[in-house]
């Protein structure tokens, strides 16, 4: 019995749906999704062994931006052959795969462990090989194991591909970052074995992200044994090291409730100074590599868009940490972070006007919402504080923001006067830009497929999860008890998808149909902006639960969809120029995928470049306002006018991508294979700005066959 693509409910099924007073909706579910692997079915690779049924032995499946999805199955059994040898400690793998017709053993538990010989990934009763596992967009992954090796070595941290795997770090190996780990070795507590996915990072130029602990050296009992680093395997940076300064403070116990590595290796953590006092000691850091660590924000500061209040409590006990504060992709390409903030001092008024959210940067700090606000969309309405136990926690629950500076976030809405407002309508979902936010959905609102059925508590849901694009991703339960999962395009305003739905029912294997009950996700993000189970490509791995307690990993989506990132610089005349792209990029095709930029300064020389190491984020010139955001290499395309009239922003550039390609075969990556993710930005001639010339905001999109 092979695992066969899903199909669309079987007639009897459909049949009993259209007794329903409201017609449902078909979701991309049932329309667009593909089972990779069921329960029962067999798996690939391991013959006579079959995929399990518990939930607890299914890993939630993760997907790069080549539309791989990578999950891990334990405990598989026999198909009743007594043939498959499935005892421990082999009895786990990783599985890899883009559709069902492709789907293939990846690793699995007590296989030779790369890169040391005689060694292999198990311990003697158990497998090795973790079920917590990270991919990067490009397809690499980071994975821990423990080894059948002796006590004092027996567990690593791989990074790689299947031929090309990295030792990242090994217990009882010489500790990288010398000179500032002198001596010290990896000690047992480094957790190589089980690196976890919120914790760690790793991105498609490579960058790992990880912490470990040390023994030996000048190792002072657990005062300096903890330190993260980052960088290149075998060329790692010691990012911070426990009892280690940042300016004049010095750096508590490692903590990292928040730890995040983005595309362009910059790293966003939250640390407490013990040598401040309360009232400023807990802080958010940026790493950027050559520069090292900075205060990216800090207690007591002066809070932007208020009269002299400051990020602070009157208990002290302000942080940024808390779960509703902040989502998983909270961090992008451009080092911009979002999260909700208490505020203390100035014109603030206790459980009015106490908290906000904020999108903080390098360059400075803005106030997306604050308590109190009008709730957008909403006339009447204000936001309000979530909840935890009854103690306020955040107005503005689970916020993320993509690459291109859309944010998504859930919170509560208070009515003060008219008395509209109840527990079965008080919470609600926002996506959009700042300053321009749209109400995605009200608790209590019908939701759109469903047949009738209501938007339950927004603050009970997952996420939202955005992707780099700015697709949101939300989960909800519908009357508080059929999970339903839709997508919104945050860029263009909707509409709300349904994506899936407690109650479809979808074909696992030839004839046999299942109902699905729900789902499983990964929040983490890809250090890309993105959840690893949803990509910038809108492509959705997911586990489905169904009702008889038996599960299947699906696919769902996979047309890659181009999108902007990075920032703008304003020109003399204050023009904001920004890129899209019209047609497709295939490159089968020697036309017909054209890269514009609108809003040049007229007049002027310019030209379009693109470059195939992905994005990066630095400004252009010292007190400029562009930044340079695609990686070198890169390659210059023919210089053009921008027209339109000189003083003006009536200007545009404009470069068909093939057809450069077609005419130009040693142009940077030529020929380019299908799958490919380029990046492009726009460059043109400005003579009072910052070195004489100005930037636009940068694409970037994945070449189809």
Not at 309 to 327: L, M, P, V
Not at 625 to 639: A, D, E, G, Y
Not at 647 to 662: H, I, N
């Amino acid at each position: 019995m092979q695992v066969t693509p899903f199909r669309t409910a079987s007639a009897i099924a459909l049949a009993a749906l259209s007794l329903c007073p409201t017609a449902l909706a078909q979701s991309k579910l049932v329309s667009d999704g593909e089972v990779l692997a069921a329960s029962g079915n067999p798996v690939p690779g391991i013959p006579h062994a079959l995929y399990p049924n518990s939930t607890t032995n299914w890993v939630n499946p993760v997907v790069d931006e080549n539309g791989d999805v990578l999950f891990a199955v334990s405990t598989m059994v026999d198909d009743g052959s007594g043939l498959s040898g499935l005892a421990l400690p082999n009895n786990r793998a990783y599985i890899r795969g883009s559709s069902a017709a492709n789907v293939a053993l990846y690793l699995r538990a007590s296989d030779a462990a790369p890169n040391l010989p005689g060694v292999t990934l198990n311990t003697a009763t158990g497998p090795g090989i973790s079920t917590a596992f990270r991919v990067a967009k490009n397809g690499k992954v980071l994975f821990g194991s423990f080894l059948s090796s002796s006590s004092a070595d027996d567990t690593v941290l791989y990074a790689g591909d299947t031929g090309a795997w990295q030792i990242v770090g090994r217990e009882g190996d010489v500790a990288a970052g010398a000179p500032g780990v002198a001596g010290c070795t990896y000690a047992s507590g480094s957790a190589f074995n089980s690196p976890t996915q919120t914790a760690t990072g790793l991105n498609a130029n490579g960058d790992v992200l990880f912490k470990a602990r040390l023994q030996g050296g000048d190792v002072a009992g657990t005062s300096n044994d903890d330190v993260w680093y980052v960088g290149q395997p075998g060329a790692l940076q010691v990012m911070l090291r426990e009892g280690g300064t940042v300016g004049t403070d010095t750096v508590a116990s490692l903590g990292f409730s928040i730890s995040r590595l983005n595309a362009a290796g910059q790293v966003l953590h939250d640390q407490r100074f013990s040598t401040a006092p309360a009232n400023t000691d807990q802080t958010v850091l940026l790493y950027t590599p050559g520069l090292g660590n900075s205060v990216l924000l800090r207690e007591g500061d002066a809070a932007p868009g208020t009269v002299g209040a400051t990020f602070n409590n009157s208990a002290n006990t302000w942080s940024t940490t808390n779960s509703q504060q902040t989502g998983s992709s909270n961090f992008n390409s451009s080092a911009q972070y979002i999260v909700a903030l208490q505020l203390l001092g100035g014109d603030v008024v206790a459980g009015v006007n106490d908290m906000a959210l904020y999108i903080c940067s390098p360059t400075g700090h803005s106030m997306v919402i604050r308590r109190g606000d009008a709730a957008p969309g909403l006339p009447g309405l204000t936001m309000d504080t979530t909840h935890t136990t009854g103690t306020p926690v955040s107005m503005a629950a689970s916020p993320c923001i993509a690459d291109n500076g859309r944010i998504a976030f859930r919170g509560r809405v208070a009515d003060t006067v008219g008395g509209t407002v109840t527990a079965a309508n008080d919470t609600a979902l926002w996506a959009g830009a700042p300053g321009a936010l749209q109400l995605i959905y009200r608790e209590g609102d019908v939701a759109p497929g469903t047949g009738g059925q209501l938007f339950g508590d927004a603050a009970a849901t997952i996420g939202p999860l955005m992707n780099a694009a700015g697709v949101v991703l939300l989960q909800n339960r519908l009357g508080g008890v059929n999970d339903a999962l839709y997508s919104y395009d945050s860029n263009t305003g909707g509409p709300l998808e349904l994506v899936a739905l407690a109650g479809d029912v979808i074909e696992v294997a030839p004839g046999v149909f299942k109902t699905v009950s729900g789902f499983g996700n990964v929040s983490a993000d890809n250090s890309n902006a993105s959840p690893m189970m949803f990509g910038a490509d809108g492509v959705l791995a997911l586990r489905v639960t169904f009702t008889d307690n038996t599960n299947a990993v699906v696919k769902i989506g996979g047309a890659p969809v181009p999108f902007s990132y990075c920032t703008a610089g304003t020109s003399t005349n204050g023009c904001v120029p920004s890129i899209g792209a019209s047609g497709t990029a295939s490159v089968a095709a020697s036309s017909g995928f054209t890269l514009n930029v609108a809003n040049v300064e007229g007049d002027k020389q310019g030209l379009l470049f693109y470059g195939l190491s992905g994005p990066v984020a630095f400004p252009w010139g010292s007190g400029g306002t562009s930044f340079n955001c695609v990686k070198s290499p890169t390659q210059r395309m023919p210089p053009q006018n921008s027209g339109g009239a000189a003083g003006t922003c009536a200007g545009a550039l404009s470069t068909d991508w093939l057809a450069y390609l077609a005419g130009n075969p040693l142009a940077v990556g030529n020929p380019i294979a299908a799958g490919t993710t380029v990046n492009a930005q726009g460059w043109y001639r400005d003579p009072p700005a910052v070195k004489s010339t100005n930037l636009s905001n940068a694409l970037e999109f994945v070449t189809v066959p």
